[in-house]
């Protein structure tokens, strides 16, 4: 059927070169892969156009079938022309070779592979990608690819500064979600949140003096009181050139040898009650002569729960309990802030998830009192971990109330104000 053995044995060839051409584009680096999608492109199109492939430089050129026939019409008068020794070749080789510059065409970029087009969007930003859908419904369609979006999610999210209970990626792939990767940056972008229509400290100091308000009562704990960020304190109760803290004063314990803070304000205006909890004293803090002892088997503020005796029991962020009059406390306590080392190295962060799952559990703490992590670092030369990460390690896809994580420095107060506002802001919307 297919004429003569040669043209069978040319038909066999193709094939063969095809298959080889696809199977290396599957088993080949990204490179080759581009490379082989081109050519293949380039086969499509060879009714069309006669192409060029320079691999080197990752340029391709083609011109239309009737340039190429003419120009190759015109190399045979140009052969004819030199054996018979005219000398006009050189200057007709020269005519055609500008008309055939004149009909150099660059291939359409919608007329590309797919994985082309996804490898040239892969060095794209997300806000670059969305005019670049904009343009037609082609690109739309392009843009929309689901493995797009999530490397552009993993590209990004270390980058950003803060994280919500309502914005955290962990949570959506957590419980498969149906949500598309684009939907899940969308939701979990602070750039592209909606920003609050109102600002409770943006009040002036005259009228803030007429609205009725309670200062809540906050309390403050987890490892980052244990380490260098521990000077935090210190700025909160007013020890700070900037004065955006002032320290008011003292109140007592609620509870026996638990709950002793101090009255701060922010700006002269928002007022709280800070609670300090410490996981011990200095001495207990830095005593490791007990083997094989945990954060949490050191913490003076946990105690094991009954299920911490069965090995088959709960997981072990859940194998410990606040001490009675700790629980006591977070009873009667309107908001809570967990403060954590962000310098410190990634297997250090998880060692603070048992006192965090503990203090928050919901069988002594309101569910509605919301949550403020602040991921601090001790001053602007200390390298820190992206707020993403500490949120992975800290497991707070599994903390079911309203919360918030802030990117924070100590020395600069960077991060805890916006902070601080937000915890504010949430308490009054209870």
């Not at 007592?252 to 709950?259: D, E, L, N």
Request: glycine residues 6%.
């Amino acid at each position: 059927m297919f004429g003569d053995e040669k043209t069978l044995s040319n038909v066999q060839n193709i094939l063969a070169k095809q298959e080889a051409d696809r199977s290396s584009f599957i088993a080949g680096d990204l490179g080759s892969g581009l490379d082989v999608s081109l050519k293949y492109m380039m086969q499509l199109y060879s009714d069309t156009y006669a192409v060029t492939l320079d691999t080197m430089n990752g340029t391709a050129r083609c011109t239309t079938t009737s340039e190429v026939s003419g120009e190759s019409s015109s190399n045979m008068s140009n052969s004819n022309l030199i054996e018979e020794g005219n000398g006009s070749a050189e200057s007709e080789r020269t005519e055609k070779q500008s008309e055939h510059e004149k009909g150099i065409a660059g291939i359409p970029f919608l007329h590309l592979p797919i994985q082309v087009h996804l490898h040239i969007l892969s060095y794209l930003n997300a806000s670059d990608i969305c005019r670049l859908s904009a343009t037609c419904q082609q690109c739309q369609s392009i843009c929309a690819d689901e493995l797009l979006w999530r490397d552009v999610l993993k590209k990004e999210k270390s980058s950003w500064t803060e994280l919500g209970n309502t914005s955290n990626p962990a949570l959506y792939e957590d419980v498969n979600s149906d949500l598309g990767y684009k939907e899940i940056y969308m939701r979990c972008n602070p750039h592209c949140a909606r920003q609050e229509q109102f600002d409770i400290l943006s009040i002036p100091r005259f009228l803030w003096s007429f609205i009725p308000h309670k200062a809540p009562k906050v309390v403050m704990f987890g490892p980052g009181l244990d380490s260098d960020t521990s000077k935090i304190v210190h700025k909160l109760i007013g020890n700070d050139e900037s004065g955006i803290f002032q320290y008011q004063g003292m109140f007592p314990a609620s509870q026996p040898g638990v709950g002793t803070g101090f009255n701060i304000s922010m700006n002269n205006k928002a007022q709280l009650g800070l609670i300090t909890l410490y996981s011990g004293t200095k001495r207990d803090r830095t005593n490791v002569n007990i083997p094989n002892a945990t954060r949490a088997d050191r913490n003076k503020l946990l105690r094991p729960t009954a299920a911490s005796n069965n090995p088959d029991g709960d997981e072990t962020d859940l194998k410990y309990e606040p001490i009675p009059a700790v629980r006591d406390l977070c009873s009667g306590t309107d908001a809570f802030i967990f403060v954590v080392d962000s310098s410190a190295s990634v297997e250090e962060l998880p060692e603070g998830r048992p006192e965090l799952f503990a203090m928050m559990s919901e069988r002594w703490t309101p569910n509605k009192a919301p949550l403020l992590i602040l991921s601090c670092v001790p001053d602007c030369e200390s390298s820190k971990i992206p707020c993403v990460d500490v949120a992975e390690q800290l497991a707070m896809h599994r903390i079911n109330r309203t919360w918030k994580m802030f990117d924070a420095n100590v020395s600069t107060l960077s991060g805890v104000v916006e902070g601080i506002t937000w915890l504010l802001e949430a308490t009054n919307r209870r």
